[in-house]
Each structure stands twice: as C-alpha cells, then as structure tokens.
C-alpha cells in the first residue's frame, strides 16, 4: 500500500502561482505513475494532471495546459503540480493519486487510480 500527503495548498490572488507537492510512503513510489485531481463544490472529481513513472510522459486537461506543470523526483519520492496564471475557476481540493496501470481510457478519472491523499485546499481569489 502508498500512503500519499499532499501539501502546498492555500490562498493566492489571480494571477499568482502555487506549487503542491504530493509525498509518498509505502511501496515502490517509482513503479507508480502519479495523477492529479480536483474536485471542488458540488462537482465530480476533475483529471489535472498525470505523469508516467519514469516522468518522461506527461498529460493535461486542456484547462491547465500551458499553466501547469507536472513533474517528479523519485529520490525524494514526491511528485509536484506548479500552478501558475491561477484564475478564481481553479479553486478546489487538490487531491494526488497513483496508478500501477495505464489505460487511454480510464487515466483521467478517478477509477484509473488505486490509492489517493487527503487533499489540500486551494483558493484564488478574484
């Protein structure tokens, strides 16, 4: 089993920047591939983000391409999400997760992932 603790969460006017960062523990934290999600009142858990085990292959939603950046450190086993150009829109809970799989068609939902962290709370004010 992972344990994952993500951090970095907090408040930032549009147009700022916020770095999370998602810490495991537990099993082999390089042999997952890393997502992350969002999901913020009264909506479903959205796919941010998700980079492959070695880091070498990324993928986004349209939303964040160009404003956000995946990347990794397996020596430190934390992957990070740098969030810039934040808009109000992007207020959520931030949840990271892992994956022992990929599959096209299930690695932007929840359901392609197996252990997932508490959350942390980003807010953009406007």
């Known amino acids: 089993q992972v344990q994952l603790v993500e951090s970095g969460g907090g408040l930032v006017v549009a147009g700022g920047s916020l770095r999370l960062s998602c810490a495991a523990s537990?099993?082999?934290?390089?042999?997952?591939?890393v997502g992350w999600f969002r999901q913020a009142p009264g909506k479903e858990r959205e796919f941010q983000s998700r980079i492959s085990s070695s880091g070498r292959t990324t993928y986004y939603a349209d939303s964040v391409k160009g404003r956000f950046t995946i990347s990794r450190d397996n020596a430190k086993n934390t992957v990070y999400l740098q969030m810039n150009e934040l808009k109000p829109e992007d207020t959520a809970v931030y949840y990271c997760a892992v994956s022992s799989q990929y599959s096209s068609s299930t690695y932007r939902f929840p359901v392609g992932y197996d252990y997932w962290g508490q959350g942390t709370q980003v807010t953009v004010s406007s």
């Open positions: 537990g099993r082999t934290f390089s042999s997952y591939a």
